[in-house]
């Protein structure tokens, strides 16, 4: 019992790192913009469902996943791997690609998504206007800050 306590007081809010938010927040706008994209893409692939169950992103163990997404016969998914700092696709039939998640503009991001999807033989068409966001634009420039650079 009293080892279990013992976790239970390590896990105190003490334990966690600051993270400021002005540290990140381009990070965050530009991550924003990328899920929105992988999203989409789940979103024009898959059979809508009640309450858009069908367009989520899920947490993994190494970040966030569309799961499968179903393709003519076979399927893939997307996985952002915030530990190696990768956007990984893989499809049912043993292909699979990476994409780097460092800094570039939203455009580029988007740009060498769709081109790794034509080359696994996935085509879709999403709309590239970003949603639920007050200053949207078609060809956003805001680029991914690495978290781990932090003002002095």
């Known amino acids: 019992m009293k080892d279990s306590q013992a976790k239970a007081n ?6 966690w790192p600051e993270l400021r938010f002005e540290w990140w927040k381009e990070s965050c706008a530009t991550l924003h913009m990328w899920t929105q994209i992988v999203g989409k893409v789940r979103l024009a692939l898959t059979p809508r469902t009640n309450h858009w169950w069908n367009v989520p992103l899920y947490v993994s163990a190494r970040g966030l996943t569309t799961s499968l997404i179903p393709y003519g016969a076979r399927s893939f998914e ?11 696709l893989q499809t049912s039939d043993g292909q699979s690609r ?7 503009t939203v455009a580029d991001f988007y740009t060498e998504f769709m081109a790794i999807l034509k080359a696994l033989g996935i085509e ?17 420039r805001t680029t991914l800050i690495p978290l781990m650079m932090q003002p002095e």
């Open 10 to 15: 390590a896990d105190s809010i003490d334990c």
């Open 98 to 104: 990476q994409l780097a998640l460092a800094p570039r």
């Open 78 to 88: 997307a996985e952002f791997d915030f530990i190696e700092h990768k956007l990984r």
């Open 124 to 140: 879709v068409t999403i709309w590239k206007m970003p949603v639920e966001i007050a200053d949207r634009f078609r060809s956003t």
